[in-house]
């Protein structure tokens, strides 16, 4: 089945700065990419998408790549601010839809 | 849109007593998931149904987890006996069709089990 792996498992960053994450995947038809975040205690949340057919996608601070050819995906998230401390999954995901998450990254960002 | 809910929130057994999540997807869908998160960890399939049907249930502990979707609507998944390792947070998700490419999943607050 699918392996999805994801780094670093934890990033500290200042408030302003830029953090990015990265996941891996090991099946070529995987085809739908998703990322979470979930805050202590709460239900993971779907932050953003992106399918294979493009490369880039972009919702206001949030920004993820995707790069079939060397199966690896990316968020990045620009000035940072202390309410985007949580957890961040990121997942892949083929027809029909099993969605495989990585192990998660605690994003800590200090005021 | 209403979401997924489940319940209880929260359960606390013994070892070897029985226990039972509920879980309503968002009206109209057709997969449902449940997962485990153990903590510190992402979330772990255990079951995905479509409508009433089983797609996979091949990392569910078959001799004490079961689950059910009978009327393709809710569900439970159901531990008998418990053991201490099913501490866990339970999530139940459901998306739109998985048929569907790019089917968003949505989660449910999910049931923080702990087994003493």
């Known amino acids: 089945g699918e392996n999805v792996e994801q780094h670093p498992s934890t990033l500290s960053v200042q408030e302003g700065d830029s953090a990015v994450i990265k996941c891996t995947y090991s099946d070529s038809a995987s085809n739908y990419f998703p990322w979470y975040k979930q805050e202590l205690g709460k239900r993971p949340q779907l932050i953003i998408d992106?399918?294979?057919?493009?490369g880039e996608k972009k919702d206001q601070r949030i920004a993820v790549t995707l790069n079939k050819t060397a199966k690896h995906f990316s968020l990045h998230i620009t000035e940072t601010q202390p309410e985007d401390s949580a957890v961040y999954f990121c997942?892949?995901?083929?027809?029909?839809?099993?969605?495989?998450f990585g192990s998660g990254t605690k994003l800590n960002v200090k005021p | 849109e209403a979401g997924v809910a489940q319940s209880p929130r929260y359960k606390i057994i013994e070892k070897r007593q029985s226990v039972a999540f509920w879980c309503n997807p968002i009206s109209g869908h057709a997969t449902l998931y449940w997962y485990q998160q153990i903590l510190g960890q992402g979330p772990k399939l255990l079951i995905q149904f479509q409508n009433n049907g089983v797609v996979d249930d091949s990392q569910l502990p078959k001799d004490r987890f079961s689950a059910e979707r009978l009327k393709g609507v809710d569900s439970t998944l159901k531990i008998q006996p418990a053991k201490l390792e099913d501490s866990a947070v339970y999530l139940c998700?459901?998306?739109?069709?998985?048929?569907?490419?790019?089917?968003?999943?949505?989660f449910g607050p999910g049931t923080r089990l702990t087994v003493l």
């Open positions: 997942a892949a995901s083929m027809v029909p839809n099993k969605f495989y």
């Open positions: 998700a459901s998306s739109l069709d998985q048929y569907r490419e790019g089917s968003r999943e949505y």
């Open positions: 992106i399918r294979s057919n493009v």
